[in-house]
C-alpha cells in the first residue's frame, strides 16, 4: 500500500455550498492559483451542469491552473458527463466525479430506485464517463449509513465498469471513527477487486467529528482525503485540510504517510479564503485559528517560554504564522510579564519589576487584554 495521501481539495464545490457563500470566477481563480501552489494533488472546480457560471468557472481553471488535477462532479446522467467533459477540456490533467447514493434512505426517498436499478445507472455512468477521461471518481453518497453487503457490489461493480477512485462519503456526518474506519477496512478486504482503486474518505462535521473520520480512514487504507480550507461546507461543514495535513505529519509516528502540501502556506490559504467567502474562522480554530499559537496562562506561558514543546505540539512558522504569542491577561504571570516588556526593550531591577507587577495585576481585572500600549502606560 503507498504511503503518499493525495490531497483532493473540494472548497470551491463544496465549500462554495456554504449558505450565504458566493464566490466569484476572479475569486475562484484565485483560490485555486493558491491551493495548487499549496501541493493539492486535485481541486474539485465545481458542478459544470449546475449553472453556465459554474461551467464558466470549471473551464477556466481547468484552462489556467497547471500541474494539478482539476476535477468535475456530476450526477449519474449522460448529460452532467458531457457538460463536465466539455468543461474540463483544456485541462492538463482531468477528473469525472461522478456517483449516486448507496443508503436505503437515499434510494427510496431520493432516487426512487431498487438497489439493482442504481448499481446498474451507476455502472452506465462511469462507462460513459470512461469515454473521456481513463480517471474516474465513483461517490457512493451516505455510506455512512448504508448497507455493507450492498456497498460492496457497488465497488466491485464500477471499479469493473473502469472506477478508479471510490469516494465512500459519510455525507450526513453520522460515523464516529471506529464505524468509518471499519468501513474503509471492511470495502478494501472483501471487495476482490478493491486493489484497482484508490478509496477516498469524504466526511461531514455534523457530530463534530470529520477529521477524527477522516484519519480513521487513511488508518484503514484509504489514500485520499477530500477536505476544504476552513472545514466550510454545507450545515456544519466538512473535513478541514488544514487539520488533517497537520494531523498526518505531526503523528506520522501513528499514520507513516506523506502528502505533498507545503505546509507554510496553510495559513495564507486560510486567510485568502475567509476573506473571499466572508466566513470567519473562528478565534480557537485548529491550526489556523488567531489563538492556535498564543498563551495567556501564566502557567502555560512559563512553560513555553522556557521550552516550547511544553505546551506546544505544532511549530508555528510550519503553517506559516510568525511565532508564538503572549497574550498578557488576568491569567498571565510575572514570567510573561517579563517577556513582553523585554520585547518592548525593558529590563527592570527586581524591586522596581514587582511595582510594575502589581499596577499590571490592577489593569488587567479590568480588560480582556493587557496591550503593548496599556505596558508602556503602566511603565511610566
Known amino acids: 500500500m503507498s504511503n503518499r495521501v493525495m490531497v483532493f481539495d473540494t472548497t470551491l464545490r463544496d465549500g462554495e455550498q456554504s449558505p450565504g457563500v458566493r464566490l466569484s470566477l476572479d475569486d475562484k481563480l484565485e483560490i485555486g492559483r493558491q491551493l495548487a501552489a499549496m501541493g493539492v494533488d486535485i481541486i474539485e472546480a465545481g458542478f459544470p451542469i449546475s449553472s453556465p457560471g459554474d461551467f464558466l468557472s470549471v473551464q477556466t481553471l481547468a484552462r489556467e491552473i497547471k500541474g494539478v488535477t482539476i476535477c468535475g462532479l456530476t450526477r449519474a446522467r449522460d448529460g452532467d458527463i458531457e457538460a463536465a467533459a466539455e468543461a474540463l477540456k483544456p485541462a492538463e490533467r482531468r477528473r469525472i466525479h461522478t456517483g449516486l447514493g448507496v443508503s436505503d434512505n437515499h434510494l427510496q426517498h431520493k432516487l426512487k430506485m431498487t438497489r439493482d436499478q442504481a448499481l446498474e445507472v451507476g455502472i452506465r455512468a462511469v462507462k460513459k464517463a470512461r469515454e473521456y477521461t481513463d480517471d474516474i471518481e465513483y461517490f457512493m453518497e451516505d455510506s455512512g449509513r448504508a448497507d455493507l453487503d450492498y456497498v460492496y457490489r457497488v465497488v466491485e461493480g464500477v ?17 464516529y471513527p471506529n464505524e468509518y474506519y471499519h468501513l474503509i477496512k471492511g470495502i478494501i478486504e472483501n471487495v476482490p477487486n478493491s486493489d484497482q482503486a484508490v478509496f477516498s474518505c469524504h466526511c461531514h ?7 477524527a473520520n477522516t484519519l480513521a480512514g487513511v488508518m484503514a487504507g484509504a489514500r485520499q482525503v477530500e477536505v476544504t480550507m476552513n472545514g466550510i461546507g454545507e450545515r456544519a461543514g466538512n473535513t478541514a485540510l488544514e487539520e488533517v495535513v497537520m494531523a498526518l505529519h505531526v503523528r506520522q509516528d501513528k499514520f507513516n504517510v506523506t502528502t505533498g502540501i507545503q505546509t507554510q502556506q496553510l495559513l495564507p490559504a486560510s486567510r485568502l479564503v475567509s476573506r473571499l467567502t466572508g466566513m470567519v474562522v473562528q478565534r480557537n ?25 511544553t505546551y506546544e505540539i505544532i511549530d508555528p512558522t510550519l503553517v506559516g504564522a510568525e511565532k508564538s504569542e503572549i497574550i498578557l491577561t488576568a491569567r498571565s504571570g510575572r514570567h510573561g510579564l517579563k517577556f513582553r516588556l523585554a520585547e518592548l526593550g525593558y529590563n527592570f531591577e527586581p524591586a522596581r519589576f514587582e511595582e510594575i507587577y502589581t ?6 481585572d479590568t480588560k480582556s487584554e493587557v496591550t503593548e500600549s496599556d505596558l508602556r502606560s503602566i511603565v511610566a
Open 285 to 309: 480554530k485548529a491550526i489556523v485559528g488567531a489563538n492556535a499559537y498564543a498563551h495567556s496562562s501564566g502557567i502555560h506561558q512559563d512553560g513555553v517560554l522556557k521550552e516550547r514543546s
Open 359 to 364: 499596577e499590571f495585576c490592577r489593569v488587567a
Open 159 to 175: 471499479i469493473r465498469a473502469g472506477a478508479t477512485v471510490i469516494n465512500v462519503p459519510d455525507t450526513t456526518g453520522f460515523t
Open 205 to 211: 462535521n455534523d457530530l463534530g467529528m470529520a477529521t
